[in-house]
């Protein structure tokens, strides 16, 4: 691995924010929307419930399970070759949600901005600037997360602000849109929503102490939720339900409805170079951390050289849907109710299992 330097508490907060925090601009709303209508903004709220109790009791075991990273953990609570069963699970979760996530992105930049690009170019291009991003390093990426995170706020802050007059508040009723019952399950189905939680345990270690990685990450964590839940519930009232379910892309489209008067308009513009600036940094993080998850699983201490071949299979895989809707709503859909129950299981079963070896005495 790359500096031998550590990361701090804001460093660790920036990168949690910009890798799960995101998903309030991708085209999440749209795949929720299509069975919660419009209830869909609580259902990470119910997501979040799901996954983060476990996610402290990871940390927990984190804490107790000194100077480990993940998969070292797991190795130490359940043996060798089972921890890298469950190591190796967690590494095909990552990669292949960066894989269908890129795709998502891709689309985005092809359908607004370059409608007649080919869409293997923009993919070379983008991934291409993601590796050379990752090659820094985790102090890097670190830094200039915590850099720009301020600008991507700020940006992100006005968009809800010049929203408020779109707003129309009736259009959140009923709150529970298709039926309370749909709403909780399909909370649970995309618990994994957050999974890229549990991949930044891989980074245990980089912080001077463990308490700085827990408050770093723990206080992104609740911010981000506060964050997404806010958007989609701009999306509902600005938007409607049937609107967000046909809505590819809810945040650009919010965007376009946005000026800052009268001669100040199509500033659509301004919010993609910041939303731009976000996604490559999300996706140098996610890139980075499952290359480093692949790296412990067979004792690669020197893991860098491995960025390229992902990068290069992360293209060529992303390449296979037939188009954003397969991507999007079959195989990421998919991808999300498998991943849910074994990241929601996982943090109880390795507790368990520590308890009845005597380890947490």
Known sequence: MQNNGYLRI??????????????????????????????????PLLSFICMFPGFLIMLYLLKKYRDKNLVELMEAITGKWIGKILGLFIFLFAFFTITLDSRNYIEQIKLLYFPKSPTIVIFFIFIGIVFFGAKKGIEVIGETSWIFLTVIKISASLVILLSLGEIVM????????????NIVTEGVKKASLFAELFFLLIAYKVTKSSSMFSKGIIIASIITIFEITLFYFVYITVFDYNSIGKI???????????????????????????????????FIIFIYLATWIFGELFAIRNFEPLLLPFSFLVIMLGLLPFNAVIN???????????????????????????WGKGDLK
Do not use: C
Not at 170 to 181: A, D, K
């Open 10 to 43: 804001k460093e660790i907060a920036a990168m949690t924010l910009l890798l799960v925090g995101i998903k309030l601009s991708d085209s999440t709303p749209s795949l929720l929307a299509q069975e919660a209508q419009n209830g869909f903004w609580l259902i």
């Open 170 to 181: 009736q259009r959140v009723f009923p709150i529970f849109g298709s039926g309370l019952f």
């Open 248 to 282: 590819a892309f809810p945040f650009h489209d919010l965007t376009q409805f946005l000026n800052f008067g009268r001669f100040f308009t199509n500033i659509e513009t301004l919010f993609m170079v910041f939303w731009l600036f976000a996604a490559f940094l999300k």
């Open 328 to 354: 999007e709503l079959i195989l990421r859909e998919t991808l999300l109710t498998i991943m849910s129950p074994f990241f929601i299981v996982l943090p109880y079963l390795l507790w368990g299992i520590a």
